[in-house]
């Protein structure tokens, strides 16, 4: 088999790349571990950055975003008692987010992908990259493929044969756990990691909104967000001890400790309604430079994890792929390599910031129960200043709205406070 761009894995990074090269007029072939019915019914974030919404609607995808998702122009801080309302969009010049989850977006890059007769394989595991030194790097894969998620092994239906796809470029779309990045020879590859003394707990509701604008809530006892997913599905986390079992935590218990976490002076109410879905969720922040290397290029949580305070996984995914796509557009155009040449250099100027604003949410708004009282009185004293100061405020806004997707040197700041030229 033989195509221009072979991509591994077909989540958001991987299955918006197909779908942004495709309208250059560049060919993938996408590859991807689950069953088109896994991705597209797993519940994952959903808060898309201003410049994510743009994107996909740019690109023809974004109808249905648009008629179903939410537009959220603040959001609240909740502590001591209180909530204090960042008014996001009118401290950005009028930008905005959208509330609508990532399996949503997959599905309708999975209709255009396949309407335009674009090929994404499913249950295909990658078992080998080979030649990405060369012009004619090669993945090589077997279809048929499972996920035994209790084993954490790939297992195989029948027979299946290995089977090679030579392409010009390799794009490593394929997860944290996924085999792409280990392609980077060691000697050239800097990990950074930062795990996390807490996870989420994440819970799946029936039942209408609890509040018309997301809470990140701290409290003594820990972290709650009320967060929401549609008009009859609520989504909201606490945090709590990453190696604890849901099977520990009965409904009216996660009740009883949302209803503690969320309390307020004025007497709020929580809406409840069924929980259909516990899990829990480990906490790390992780980037891995550089995020090339030969013709392999590695985008999204292939390349880094943010802890999910902020909501910035996917958006950074987008953000890879949409450098990476003007990349391999100049090469196809022109035969030049410069923007591919420091993709990896572009795309980790934002990684950064995206991981220090992530890693700043995250330290701000959870407990750390080990530590002294000195850090929560820290904390409670930012959060104060965050909700009190139009500049601390404007900065936390600016972060979570989303920075310009691709900044330039010159101009940044002047783009970002006039909300223009992204
Ligand atoms: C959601 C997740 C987040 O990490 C966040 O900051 C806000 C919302 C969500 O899944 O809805």
Redesign the pocket.
């Known amino acids: 088999m033989r195509t221009q761009v072979g991509i591994v894995g077909g989540g958001p990074a991987g299955t918006l790349l197909s779908h942004l090269l495709h309208l250059r007029g560049i060919e993938s072939v996408v590859l991807e571990l689950r069953s088109r019915e896994e991705v597209e019914t797993t519940v994952?974030?959903?808060?898309l950055e201003d410049g994510t919404a743009e994107l996909l609607r740019e690109t023809g995808v974004g109808e249905r975003m648009d008629r179903e998702g939410a537009v959220h122009e603040g959001i609240e801080l909740r502590f001591g008692g209180r909530g204090h309302r960042i008014d996001m969009t009118g401290l950005t010049g009028g930008r905005k987010i959208f509330?609508y989850g990532q399996q949503e977006v997959v599905k309708d890059l999975y209709n255009a992908r396949l309407e335009a007769g674009g090929q994404i394989v499913f249950q295909a595991a990658a078992t080998d990259l080979a030649d990405l030194e060369t012009s004619t790097p090669k993945i090589r894969f077997r279809r048929n493929a499972w996920l035994d998620v209790d084993a954490g092994a790939i297992r195989f239906r029948g027979d299946a044969e290995e089977e090679e796809l030579t392409c010009d470029y390799v794009v490593g779309c394929d997860g944290f756990f996924g085999p792409c990045r280990a392609a980077i020879p060691d000697n050239v590859r800097t990990e950074h990691v930062r795990t996390y003394p807490f996870g989420w707990f994440?819970i799946l509701v029936e039942g209408p909104p609890a509040t018309e604008e997301?809470i990140?809530a701290l409290h003594e006892r820990g972290f709650a967000?009320v967060?929401?997913?549609s008009p009859e599905i609520q989504?909201l986390?606490f945090q709590c001890d990453p190696e604890d079992s849901v099977d520990n935590w009965p409904d009216e218990k996660i009740w009883e400790e949302l209803r503690a976490r969320l309390a307020t002076e004025d007497g709020w109410t929580l809406e409840e309604g069924r929980i259909f879905q516990k899990n829990i969720v480990g906490m790390r922040s992780f980037i891995c430079e550089p995020m090339q290397h030969g013709r392999l290029f590695l985008a999204g949580d292939a390349a880094h994890i943010v802890p999910?305070?902020?909501?910035k996984g996917m958006n950074l995914a987008v953000a890879d792929v949409r450098v990476l796509a003007r990349g391999l557009d100049e090469f196809y155009s022109t035969g030049r390599t410069g923007l591919l040449d420091s993709y990896s250099q572009t795309c980790l100027r934002r990684v950064w910031k995206a991981s220090r604003f992530s890693w700043w949410m995250t330290s701000m708004l959870h407990r750390f129960h080990h530590e002294d009282d000195f850090r929560y009185r820290l904390q409670l004293a930012e959060l104060d200043y965050v909700t009190s100061s139009r500049a601390a405020s404007t900065s936390l806004a600016e972060n979570y709205v989303g920075l310009p997707m691709e900044p330039q040197e010159e101009g940044e700041l002047s783009a970002q406070r006039t909300g223009g030229a992204r």
């Open positions: 994952r974030a959903g808060v509330v994440g997301l990140y967000l967060s929401t997913r989504r986390y999910p305070t902020g909501a």
